[in-house]
């Protein structure tokens, strides 16, 4: 005899539990409709809490705190400046110092290796802190508020997606629908070019709606789209707020704005990088963005001084900054069209919009004399000034991909120093945030100086929507929020009152620090971040202290006086480090590329099969043809008049191979990042019927990035043979593989985007050889 034991579930409330259960029936069933009552109440969704905000959530990319008017910088932000008077300024709010570990810190409320994302997507390795995986036990803000009651969309880019999982067969949990959003439009990936965009709606690859030549850009078409969403929401459901991710991609490289901005800026940035902080300094004093006695910090001397270049590296500079400028100014007037728009629907006094200017600091992945192909930069090799010259006149346009120098990244940081990459300095962390909410936001114009952490938003909006951090989440135990809400900063006693976050660790790619009440201590990594490739030994790395109770700007340290208090600091490091998974630090960049590290649909297959019509595969997923003997085989059906046409594509302006018909003659581009570009045609025209052509590579080897010989063939005899002379080691760049086409940037100069087969392919196959 067994006796049962009736085990009562643990009691949580409802709000703990997402998504939350179904509504009880609380009506009466009766043999037929005639005896039974009806309960609506089961149609009940979950609802918001009554006169909760819409929530507007801005974030930019890659702008210095010194980069914008509102704070002290030269260019025109219009819209930061209106959202500026009418709520508060925040001048000690932080970032991680690099893309994809800001926005999954953003997004859940944790630290960045909390949510395995030490890295960006594209470097992603086997380690629990940088998987590029944001855990299940990690539910973002878009998840939870979708369960309570808000309507969620996310326009512009997602860098969280994992890189081994960009194809159209997904999976797709960690895309943005499976993030919480209802909607999504923008890009995967850390860029895109702006001209050619790479654009998703939800989980579909779509074409742009327009062409570069009919105006398209991209950060018009993300407001567009942001409107349309806004408008749509509340004429079908006006009692239901809203919660709108705006991160448009702006002003991350490829710094390609419309023409008519960058015009606005010409001739302002003559006078070089090390004058614009000053003046910028000057105007932060004048502004009250940072404190009286704040020292401007000296340029490091890795960093060269703009009195050492010429006058034509002078004139090719400031063109460079004059695009950059024209690109921020640009953005935040778009920006500002989707705030008109809320405000045109009489909604902008209950929105709580929230305006942080860069994911990080100003980046000088651009090199220290800029690049008219900023992918060549991330693949660790870089242009001369005479290269980039020959983009003088086009800086900007659709044929280049622009990167400013990295002098131009370290003055938009004023007063501080460093860059993005860098953890271990506010240049690269400490970001401008503006955060206006009319009905509730008095102080008009104020500023709050506490020290913030971007992970202290997503608390935030859950406390001003009213809402439960959920203990379990699709059943799964929750992770405790790591932030604290910021709320407690948007009354006028928020001026005076003490700030809620106590300690905060900081590391990328080696860089490291640690804040714990008002002290931190920082260790730059020998490794600066205009250099993508290479490694160098942690134990050289000097510790720094600093009392940022009086030093605002890192300037003067401290660890040779009070050597005591960098010990105590040195070790909290190591145990917010263990906590929160930061170790193995690993300062490799363009090392950990190489897509083996993130093992995919794709991973250790030589043998490849794709159709007409199979667009859109991106880089980190498609076959990987670099630095490896390959073929190319395509299956094709010529009509008798002839066909011409892309059979195949991978990559784009940037970079990439293409193999295509044109004027009778199959033919094989390869793209060396613009600088070379080779050539094989075959020697004989195409055949009619059934033909099978078939590109063969064979690799020198001895290293990446190496040459070797390439060969055409149809139907066996070989047609065409060249050298090409180098080859991309890792990546082409922003654009995809295309099967039957060549979508936004086209590899070639030869044909005009997507030269669309007009024979059959009926197979095209893919042979990679060790």
């Known amino acids: 005899m067994f006796t049962l034991l009736a085990i009562a579930p643990p009691a949580f409330a409802t709000s703990e539990l997402l998504p939350q259960p179904d509504p009880k029936f609380n009506g009466k069933i009766g043999i037929t409709y005639q005896n039974a009552k009806p309960d609506l109440s089961v149609f009940n969704t979950p609802s918001a809490k009554k006169d909760a905000p819409n929530v507007l959530l801005v974030l930019l990319d890659d702008v210095g705190f010194g980069a914008s008017k509102t704070f002290g910088g030269s260019i025109e932000t219009p819209t930061l400046d209106k959202l500026a008077a009418n709520g508060l300024r925040y001048n000690r709010f932080h970032t991680t110092a690099l893309c994809s570990p800001t926005r999954a810190a ?77 909607y999504f439009y923008g890009f995967i990936g850390g860029e895109t070019d702006q001209w050619y965009p790479t654009l998703y709606e939800n989980q579909n690859p779509i074409n742009q709606p327009a062409t570069p030549e009919q105006g398209y850009n991209l950060t018009h078409d993300l407001a567009d789209q942001a409107i349309a969403w806004i408008r749509y929401e509340q004429s079908i459901a006006p009692d239901r707020p809203f919660f709108a991710y705006f991160a448009p991609g702006a002003t991350h490289a490829p710094h390609q704005p419309p023409p008519e901005y960058p015009e606005k800026y010409r001739g302002k940035f003559n006078h070089g990088w090390d004058k614009e902080r000053e003046i910028i300094f000057e105007r932060q004093k004048k502004l009250g963005v940072i404190p009286a006695n704040a020292e401007l910090t000296p340029r490091p001397e890795e960093m060269p001084a703009w009195d050492s270049f010429d006058e034509q590296a002078h004139k090719l500079f400031a063109r460079e900054m004059e695009t950059y400028a024209g690109y921020l100014e640009y953005s935040d007037r778009e920006v500002g069209r989707v705030v008109d ?55 900007g346009s659709p044929e280049t991909s622009p990167h400013y120098a990295v002098g131009w990244a370290w003055a938009m940081d004023t007063p501080f120093r460093w860059t993005k990459q860098v953890a271990s300095h506010f240049g690269g962390t400490r970001n401008a945030m503006v955060i206006s909410w009319p009905k509730q936001i008095k102080d008009k114009g104020g500023l709050r100086d506490q020290f913030h952490h971007v992970i202290d938003i997503a608390p935030t909006l859950l406390e001003v929507a009213g809402i439960d951090e959920p203990r379990f989440f699709d059943g799964i135990p929750q992770k405790p929020i790591e932030g604290v809400s910021l709320a407690y900063t948007f009354d006028k006693a928020g001026e005076k009152a003490d700030g809620k976050r106590d300690t ?205 010989t390439g060969k055409l063939f149809i139907n066996g005899r070989q047609v065409g043979q060249s050298r090409i002379e180098k080859t991309v080691p890792g990546r082409f760049g922003l654009d995809t593989q295309d099967v039957g086409m060549d979508l936004q940037a086209p590899v070639s100069k030869a044909y005009k985007p997507p030269f669309k087969f007009t024979g059959s392919i009926e197979k095209v196959t893919f042979d990679l050889k060790s």
């Not at 995986?133 to 997602?158: D, E, V």
């Not at 999982?165 to 629908?177: A, L, Y």
């Not at 930069?377 to 983009?391: A, F, H, P, Q, S």
């Not at 880089?619 to 299956?635: F, L, V």
């Open 504 to 708: 905060q660790y900081f590391e990328m790619f080696g860089h490291r620090a640690i804040y714990d009440d008002g002290w931190m201590a920082s260790a730059f990594h020998n490794r600066v971040p205009w250099k993508n490739a290479g490694t160098v030994p942690f134990n050289q790395d000097k510790w720094e202290l600093f009392n940022l109770k009086e030093d605002f700007t890192q300037a003067n340290d401290l660890s040779a006086t009070n050597p005591e208090k960098l010990k105590e600091l040195q070790a909290i490091f190591l145990l917010q480090g263990d906590k929160y998974n930061v170790f193995p630090l690993d300062d490799r960049f363009a090392e950990r590329i190489d897509p083996s590290n993130r093992p995919s649909f794709t991973t250790g297959r030589s043998h490849f099969e794709f159709y007409d019509g199979m667009t859109r595969l991106g880089e980190g997923i498609a076959p990987n043809t670099k630095n490896k003997s390959h073929s190319i085989t395509a299956d094709l059906v010529i009509p008798d008049q002839g066909t011409e046409g892309v059979i195949l594509a991978s990559g784009g302006t940037t970079g990439g191979y293409t193999l295509y018909i044109k004027d009778g003659k199959l033919t094989y581009d390869y793209n060396y990042f613009d600088i070379d570009r080779y050539s094989i045609a075959s020697s004989s025209p195409m055949p009619t019927g059934k033909v099978k052509v078939r590109f063969d590579f064979d690799y020198d080897g001895d290293g990446v990035g190496k040459g070797g």
């Open 341 to 395: 728009a809320i405000d045109q629907l009489g909604k902008l006094d209950n929105t709580l919009v929230i305006y942080i200017v860069g994911d990080n600091g100003g980046s000088a992945e651009g090199s220290l004399i800029g690049s008219c192909n900023e992918m060549l930069n991330l693949n660790g090799l870089d242009l001369t000034i005479e290269d980039n010259l020959k983009c003088y006149d086009i800086w």
């Open 106 to 182: 953003l997004l859940t409320g944790r630290n960045h290796h909390s949510v395995g994302s030490g890295t960006i997507q594209e470097l992603a390795t086997a380690y629990p802190g940088y998987t590029g995986l944001i855990p299940k036990k990690t539910a973002t803000i878009g998840q939870i508020l979708r369960n309570n009651g808000y309507s969620t969309a996310w326009f512009g880019k997602n860098h969280n997606v994992p890189d081994n999982q960009t194809s159209g067969v997904g999976p797709f949990d960690r895309w943005p629908n499976g993030l919480g959003f209802d």
